[in-house]
């Protein structure tokens, strides 16, 4: 009886269901209640702003929620691969720069040293997802406490690496040059990096979609979150796949990470600290495990950070908390989650 | 006599402190349907997860064609020819049945999609509901699919655990005919509350009795042994 008081008039289906309609309103008035106060100039820069921002939060949300939804494991260690990522990222840059590949490159060169840059991202976060899988997660399947107290543990081991190798001080990430100056459109001002972020954004939220929807393999993950047991007496090796899904979910926020160091144009250890508590909020606004969900939730937040940061800058930082805090009390399972 | 496809010698399984399975041996034979029958908690369906290698099994040996399978992961055993339908109607109830097929066919082939037409003669109920998600089937939708998913390769041995549990006595008795189809093709291995689909089914039988084997034989000698069913089975 408890859980049918208040807004619980689900009517099954096909009927309306209050909490659900109730959740999509909260997310679309996001989008256009700023516009009472704000004039549509300044709004319109603020939502390419907030899109950039959500599009790099989707990044590293869209591997949280692969390995915290899919998997059920709690990675609190998600923003280290976050930070070495970013570190990886600034290392090649560099190193692409003393190449004339950076900041005295060409609009193909700069593409080259970003697509160059995001791989090996990729690749670094990748393998680290490997090893720490198989060295550590593995053995703590089933058991939250014990994933919350190594992956913690685990971070901080992966942050001290980072300022043992780069140092603890802020470092100066660049930019190729092709990304550096902004479009004009009509009045509004959008930075070419920002407009880059949105594209990575959507393509790899697409990317994951094709692979989980369409693919034998996202079939199998899928079919391996519901029930490993069958998948396993099918013949298929889950432990094999579910590094993998790791791994891909780590590889993710590595590129998450060297995504928003270009685009703050600065990199730290303690980066990656921040950007979880974010990824931590789209997960739970769009519902674990759902990479649509993430998407969604990811763009709010985004642009919530930015609407309000202009109109009360005081409160940017808490509207996220609140309209998780909003989502939860209407839908518990997040916008798209599974009840 | 020929060598059995299946052999447990002397096999014991725990699950956590509980000692489960106390020495089983037994014997399957190619092209016959084995049903194991014994009352609840006898070790019936841990002797089925102990052969796919679901639970770890503390001693004992177990063969398939005279190599040993114990202890394997459960997808090695799998991949080596025995096919296993869990209890309680176990699909992907995320997947659309189509997914669940194609999941089980592992490596799509045309000899897999040969098998599909011939399930689908088989279940024709599958085929209509081919693009419905598995979880808005009924229990026996549901039970069908769950067998399939162990027919679409072609499986040396297909273990299956009580395939009749909470079905309406008109799908076991559909069941049962489906079943006795599966099995002049598959050497099947059932583990059967249910004694009237068992006895419909199998050729041969064992029966558990505090995680050993008390009994084996011929089916029809069981059917007509109301002493032994008595003992074992509490009917007569």
Same mark, same amino acid.
């Given at each position: 009886?408890?859980?049918?008081?208040?807004?619980?008039?689900?009517?099954?289906?096909?009927?309306?269901? +209050?909490?659900?309609?109730?959740?999509?309103?909260?997310?679309?008035?996001?989008?256009?209640?700023?516009?009472?106060?704000?004039?549509?100039?300044?709004?319109?820069?603020?939502?390419?702003?907030?899109?950039?921002?959500?599009?790099?939060?989707?990044?590293?949300?869209?591997?949280?929620?692969?390995?915290?939804?899919?998997?059920?494991?709690?990675?609190?260690? /998600?923003? %280290?691969? *976050?930070?070495?990522?970013?570190?990886?990222?600034?290392?090649?840059?560099?190193?692409?720069?003393?190449?004339?590949?950076?900041?005295?490159?060409?609009?193909?060169?700069?593409?080259?040293?970003?697509?160059?840059?995001?791989?090996?991202?990729?690749?670094?976060?990748?393998?680290?997802?490997?090893?720490?899988?198989?060295?550590?997660?593995?053995?703590?399947? &089933?058991? /939250?406490?014990?994933?919350?107290?190594?992956?913690?543990?685990?971070?901080?081991?992966?942050?001290?690496?980072?300022?043992?190798?780069?140092?603890?001080?802020?470092?100066?990430?660049?930019?190729?040059?092709? *990304?550096?100056?902004?479009?004009?459109?009509?009045?509004?001002?959008?930075?070419?990096?920002?407009?880059?972020?949105?594209?990575?954004?959507?393509?790899?939220?697409?990317?994951?979609?094709?692979?989980?929807?369409?693919?034998?393999?996202?079939?199998?993950?899928?079919?391996? #979150?519901?029930?490993?047991?069958?998948?396993?007496?099918?013949?298929?090796?889950?432990?094999?796949? *579910?590094?993998?899904? *790791?791994? %891909?979910?780590?590889?993710?926020?590595?590129?998450?990470?060297?995504?928003?160091?270009?685009?703050?144009?600065?990199?730290?250890? &303690?980066?990656?600290?921040?950007?979880?508590?974010?990824?931590?909020?789209?997960?739970?606004?769009?519902?674990?495990?759902?990479?649509?969900?993430?998407?969604?939730?990811?763009?709010?937040? &985004?642009?919530?950070?930015?609407?309000?940061?202009?109109?009360?800058?005081?409160?940017?930082?808490?509207?996220?908390?609140?309209?998780?805090?909003?989502?939860?009390?209407?839908?518990?399972?997040?916008?798209?989650?599974?009840? | 006599?020929?060598?059995?496809?299946?052999?447990?010698?002397?096999?014991?399984?725990?699950?956590?402190?509980?000692?489960?399975?106390?020495?089983?041996?037994?014997?399957?034979?190619?092209?016959?349907?084995?049903?194991? #029958?014994?009352?609840?908690?006898?070790?019936?369906?841990?002797?089925?997860?102990?052969?796919?290698?679901? $639970?770890?099994?503390?001693?004992?040996?177990?063969?398939?064609?005279?190599? %040993?399978?114990?202890?394997?992961?459960?997808?090695?055993?799998?991949?080596?020819?025995?096919?296993?339908?869990?209890?309680? /109607?176990?699909?992907?109830?995320?997947?659309?049945?189509?997914?669940?097929?194609?999941?089980?066919?592992?490596?799509? @082939?045309?000899?897999?999609?040969?098998?599909?037409?011939?399930?689908?003669?088989?279940?024709?109920?599958?085929?209509?509901?081919?693009?419905?998600?598995?979880?808005?089937?009924?229990?026996?939708?549901?039970?069908?699919?769950?067998?399939?998913?162990?027919?679409?390769?072609?499986?040396?041995?297909?273990?299956?655990?009580?395939?009749?549990?909470?079905? %309406?006595?008109?799908?076991?008795?559909?069941?049962?005919? @489906?079943?006795?189809?599966?099995?002049?093709?598959?050497?099947?291995?059932? #583990?059967?509350?249910?004694?009237?689909?068992?006895?419909?089914? &199998?050729?041969?039988?064992?029966?558990?009795?505090?995680?050993?084997? +008390?009994?084996?034989?011929?089916?029809?000698?069981?059917?007509?042994?109301?002493?032994?069913?008595?003992? $074992?089975?509490?009917?007569?």
């Amino acid at each position: 009886m408890a859980a049918d008081t208040g807004l619980a008039v689900s009517a099954g289906r096909g009927g309306f269901d +209050a909490r659900r309609w109730g959740a999509w309103i909260v997310s679309v008035g996001i989008w256009f209640i700023p516009l009472l106060w704000i004039d549509v100039i300044t709004y319109m820069t603020l939502t390419i702003a907030g899109l950039t921002m959500g599009a790099l939060l989707f990044l590293t949300a869209s591997g949280l929620t692969l390995i915290f939804g899919l998997m059920d494991v709690l990675n609190l260690a /998600h923003g %280290a691969f *976050f930070v070495w990522g970013a570190y990886a990222g600034f290392s090649l840059l560099n190193y692409l720069n003393t190449l004339g590949w950076v900041e005295m490159a060409s609009l193909g060169q700069s593409m080259g040293s970003l697509v160059l840059t995001l791989l090996t991202a990729l690749v670094v976060g990748g393998l680290l997802g490997i090893l720490l899988e198989k060295i550590i997660i593995q053995r703590t399947y &089933g058991n /939250h406490l014990k994933q919350i107290l190594i992956t913690m543990g685990a971070a901080l081991v992966m942050t001290e690496i980072i300022k043992v190798f780069w140092g603890p001080n802020d470092e100066v990430i660049l930019v190729p040059a092709a *990304f550096k100056d902004s479009w004009d459109l009509v009045d509004i001002v959008v930075n070419k990096f920002r407009g880059v972020a949105i594209v990575v954004g959507v393509a790899v939220f697409a990317a994951i979609q094709l692979v989980l929807q369409r693919t034998r393999l996202g079939i199998t993950v899928r079919a391996g #979150v519901e029930n490993r047991e069958i998948v396993q007496v099918m013949g298929y090796n889950i432990e094999r796949i *579910f590094t993998g899904v *790791f791994a %891909a979910g780590a590889a993710l926020a590595a590129m998450g990470g060297v995504m928003f160091a270009i685009f703050k144009e600065q990199i730290y250890p &303690g980066m990656g600290d921040e950007t979880l508590i974010f990824a931590l909020i789209v997960v739970i606004i769009g519902g674990m495990g759902s990479v649509a969900g993430s998407f969604l939730g990811a763009l709010m937040v &985004g642009l919530a950070f930015n609407y309000v940061a202009f109109l009360v800058p005081k409160l940017a930082l808490g509207v996220n908390i609140m309209i998780m805090a909003v989502i939860l009390l209407i839908r518990p399972s997040g916008l798209m989650g599974r009840k | 006599m020929s060598e059995p496809t299946l052999s447990l010698k002397d096999v014991h399984t725990y699950i956590g402190q509980h000692h489960i399975l106390q020495g089983v041996s037994l014997d399957v034979n190619a092209g016959r349907a084995t049903v194991l #029958v014994g009352r609840n908690g006898a070790g019936k369906s841990t002797t089925l997860r102990t052969i796919m290698g679901l $639970y770890p099994v503390r001693s004992g040996s177990i063969t398939l064609d005279g190599e %040993a399978i114990q202890n394997r992961k459960p997808f090695h055993i799998a991949r080596l020819g025995i096919g296993f339908v869990p209890e309680d /109607h176990a699909v992907l109830t995320t997947l659309t049945v189509e997914e669940n097929l194609r999941l089980a066919m592992f490596k799509e @082939s045309e000899d897999g999609w040969r098998r599909m037409e011939s399930i689908f003669r088989l279940f024709p109920d599958l085929k209509r509901f081919l693009h419905s998600k598995a979880g808005v089937l009924s229990g026996g939708q549901k039970q069908m699919l769950a067998i399939s998913l162990a027919l679409v390769l072609d499986h040396r041995i297909v273990l299956i655990d009580e395939p009749s549990k909470g079905l %309406a006595p008109v799908v076991v008795e559909h069941l049962g005919k @489906s079943l006795n189809q599966i099995k002049d093709t598959t050497t099947v291995v059932l #583990v059967e509350q249910n004694f009237y689909l068992a006895s419909q089914v &199998g050729q041969d039988y064992f029966i558990l009795d505090d995680g050993r084997v +008390a009994h084996h034989g011929l089916m029809e000698d069981l059917v007509n042994d109301h002493a032994l069913k008595r003992k $074992y089975l509490g009917i007569g």
